[in-house]
């Protein structure tokens, strides 16, 4: 994901996003850098490249999801990503560990670390695998 920075630059981070009921989220906190940026600005471009010559690029506008939903939105979320229709999910924090969570600590993990979904919704596309290109 790229969002602007207060200096007017690009800045880039990695993200996983994954579509859930027609919606393209990703998972966020609320004390990220990122977040802040969405907050002030929340234009974002998503790029995803493949083998070979196979790109695209959506221009997105992010709005962010943080309600008392949200930790639950988010365990539906995760059950998509990691193809896990019932059972724990695999949850890895900023300190590099993964742990298996049931719903219920997953739900309070998410809102102990204050995590938000990034609802994202696309204004423009464009790369060899869109439908038009630029």
Not at 25 to 36: A, E
Not at 59 to 79: G, H, Y
Not at 107 to 120: D, I, N, R, W
């Amino acid at each position: 994901m790229i969002t602007v920075g207060v200096d007017g630059r690009p800045k880039a981070v990695k993200m996983e996003p994954a579509v859930l009921d027609d919606q393209l989220l990703s998972v966020g906190h609320r004390h990220k850098v990122r977040t802040r940026r969405l907050r002030r600005d929340p234009r974002a471009t998503l790029y995803f490249d493949a083998p070979g010559p196979t790109w695209v690029a959506l221009e997105t506008t992010v709005d962010i999801l943080d309600t008392p939903a949200t930790p639950a939105q988010i365990v539906a979320f995760m059950r998509l990503r990691q193809q896990r229709p019932h059972g724990p999910l695999a949850w890895h924090g900023d300190n590099g560990t993964e742990v298996e969570l049931d719903d219920d600590e997953f739900m309070h993990t998410m809102t102990a670390e204050g995590a938000v979904l990034y609802q994202f919704t696309i204004d423009k596309t464009y790369g060899n695998l869109a439908n038009t290109n630029n």
